[in-house]
């Protein structure tokens, strides 16, 4: 009897991984959509999708709050970034002059960061880097990003903009890319 029925198992079971393959591919394409619920800083948003709250922090980049509590920053680059927000205490925030509370964004999401398209197809990495409020990760390596990362540092740099305005931090930023 088995011998009889295993054919037709086989058959069915095979067109159920078949189903279920496409539908998670389907699935996947779709875009996560979630509401802002809080801006923590430059480096954390906090979100909601249903009841469901989660915390992002924005992908391939080092916020300048990062490297300030990076263990491998010595005191006197931490007393550099402070400096810096004192200096210009309106970029401590900057993330909620360009992202709207309750306002719904698609987010991708990339390991324990995220990818937040903030401004149609720009992503908030992308503009933190831009305005000199963060650097690319010495080791990131994602060929879809790496490119746009890379360029929006070197406009900040070029400009003169946020933290490349004076070398003050150059020094510490130097040690993140030695390690």
């Not at 079971?13 to 809080?38: D, G, H, M, Q, R």
């Not at 480096?43 to 999708?49: D, H, N, R």
């Not at 964004?105 to 409020?133: D, N, P, R, T």
């Amino acid at each position: 009897m088995l011998k009889y029925y295993m054919p037709k198992l086989i058959f069915f079971f095979i067109l159920l991984s078949v189903f279920l393959s496409y539908l998670s591919s389907a699935y996947a394409k779709e875009p996560i959509l979630a509401i802002l619920n809080n801006i923590v800083s430059n480096e954390t948003q906090k979100f909601s999708i249903g009841n469901y709250s989660f915390f992002c922090e924005p992908y391939g980049i080092l916020t300048l709050e990062k490297l300030y509590k990076n263990a491998s920053i010595d005191s006197t680059c931490r007393k550099k970034v402070q400096n810096f927000y004192i200096k210009h205490p309106d970029l401590e925030y900057f993330s909620s002059t360009i992202l709207d509370i309750q306002q719904m964004y698609h987010i991708e999401f990339k390991g324990k960061e995220c990818v937040l398209y903030a401004k149609g197809q720009k992503v908030l990495s992308e503009i933190l880097l831009e305005e000199g409020l963060a650097v690319k990760q010495p080791l990131f390596d994602d060929d879809e990003y790496n490119y746009l990362f890379m360029k929006a540092q070197n406009r900040a740099k070029f400009n003169k903009i946020g933290l490349w305005e004076d070398d003050n931090l150059g020094v510490c930023i130097n040690i993140l890319y030695k390690e």
